[in-house]
């Protein structure tokens, strides 16, 4: 007997047909919009799991074999765009995201996803920032944009590391595509970012944690593309401290080659960031607050200076600009804990470099729920294609939430949507779920 129908669609169903009419143009064919719509509606259901299987069971539990053919048909096989449907997402995301709050950051991440085995695309034992530790895990490297209460990722890829991307046997298997190079992450995030700009979409400073920061080409790279930015660096930064630069060129006098590089000696010498602050007294660190946390005003001691960066700077003829450098030194610690570098000009406030610098908590949030609501990490597949069409579509799926809630509920989750489904059979349990192992 089949399924009654509930009841028929509520607002928030209507807006997310119209919000997926205008993202199935990216899916190419028009036999992609239906399971394209299943997939999204699948991931907002509240499942313990949202991979392929629960998901086609909740959506048809008359009839799970053909919508489990048509769901993993469109997220494994189907050779549709990832970049064309994240740039759907953002057009209809940002202007919507932005309507009452300005753009506040494009922030640069990456995250971490257990995994057992060898096969999965990616998958080495490597740092998994979930886990806090080198474990088997595979990462993807993202590019979100920030206002101060929202944020969405925009791009999306997974880093592949070298001994995948040498080994063409691995490569052919999960369908790695033939012009992918190696790349580092922080060179992933640049070519991420180039695209952006080539796309135009509206900027805003480059946020990232030490990880890039303390990549001198990802610093130089952002420089070239002209983009502001608050990079976390590692204490271990050497910089020109205020009113000081490397010692100029050798005057030339008339024999051998002249040059033009600037030098150091050994009385005239960077300092590390570390060295640098702990010159600094009590006095020079003021009280700043940034937002409101679970036990009330998040506040910390800052300080910053304008300095020059000193990386290789001998191989240069004329110094680096000067930056800020920002450092909190939180009162319960001994030394400073962390460390900024930005290219914000002169006149920028204490304030506004501490809101940017701890703005990055924003793609925590949203790993957070895209991974515990929307199941970002529960892709089962081993292929390529499948892993970043699965990523796209929950992105898109937590995209409308962003939107919805910039809109109607500041306070909506993906479990409050509601959706008319199918009613399900009597005592019904999908395979594998724990009322399921209960009751066996």
Known sequence: MPAEPCASAGPAEKRFDEYLARLAEAAGHADRVVPLKSYCIGLLLPLERKSVEPMAARLAPTHVRQMHQSLHHVVADAAWDDERMLAAVRDYVLPVMTKNERLRGWIIDDTGFPKKGTHSVGVIRQYCGQLGKQENCRVAVSLSVATEWASLPMAYQLYLPEEWAEDEPRRRKTGVPAKLKFQTKPEIALEQLRKMVAAKVPTAPVLADAAY?????????????????????????????????????????????????????????????????????????????????????????????????????????????????LMEWPKAEKEPTKYWLANLPPHTSLKELVLLAKLRWRIESDYEELKQELGLGHFEGRGWRGFHHHATLCIAAYGFLVAERSLFSPSLRAREVQFSLPRMPPRWQPRGSTAAARTA
């Open 213 to 325: 920061g303390n990549d001198a080409g990802f610093r130089a790279g952002l420089e070239q593309l002209r983009l502001p930015f608050v990079l976390g660096v590692q204490s271990s930064t050497t910089v020109w401290p205020p009113g000081t630069s490397p010692l100029p060129a050798k005057s030339w006098r008339g024999k051998g080659r002249p040059t033009s590089l600037l030098r150091r000696d050994e009385k005239h010498q960077p300092l590390s960031l570390k060295e640098l602050a702990v010159c600094l007294s009590a006095e020079d660190f003021r009280a700043v607050s940034w937002r409101d946390g679970s036990r009330g005003k998040l506040r910390s001691r800052f300080a910053a200076l304008r300095v020059r960066p000193a990386h290789r700077d001998y191989w240069r003829s004329t110094p680096h600009e000067e930056q800020w450098l």
